[in-house]
């Protein structure tokens, strides 16, 4: 019963850039790590970035390194994940999960997701 909500996905042209929010639905966040996953399809779902309760620790990705940055604002029971300089390969479902500890960024750690959200990348 307890599962995220992803937004602000959508159609970009390649080097352009998206924001996505991931929220809860009926609990707060503040002491989950947060993940964001993608799923392309024929492909396995990948770990993108993940980002600790306390926002000290972060993990990338080396797709992304550099051009996405993960962040989280627990007052508006809220995690980001801002996407620059797109590629047509960063096209997906992207998801966003919790977990009450912060591990590996894979998608057996996290406990909660959301239903995600499709970005599209191409001209």
């Known amino acids: 019963q307890l599962h995220l909500v992803e937004s602000g996905g959508g159609l970009v042209q390649p080097g352009g850039s998206l924001r996505l929010s991931c929220a809860p639905s009926?609990?707060?966040?503040?002491?989950?790590?947060i993940g964001w996953f993608r799923q392309a399809p024929g492909k396995e779902r990948e770990g993108v970035a993940c980002?600790?309760?306390?926002?000290?620790?972060?993990y990338y990705s080396d797709s992304v390194k550099g051009r996405f940055t993960i962040s989280r604002d627990n007052a508006k029971n809220t995690v980001y994940l801002q996407m620059n300089s797109l590629k047509p390969e960063d096209t997906a479902v992207y998801y966003c999960?919790?977990?009450?500890?912060?591990?590996?960024?894979?998608?057996?750690?996290?406990?909660?997701w959301g239903q995600g959200t499709q970005v599209t990348v191409s001209s």
């Open positions: 980002i600790s309760s306390s926002a000290g620790s972060t």
């Open positions: 999960a919790g977990s009450i500890v912060f591990g590996l960024c894979v998608e057996h750690e996290y406990e909660y």
């Open positions: 009926q609990f707060t966040l503040d002491y989950y790590a």
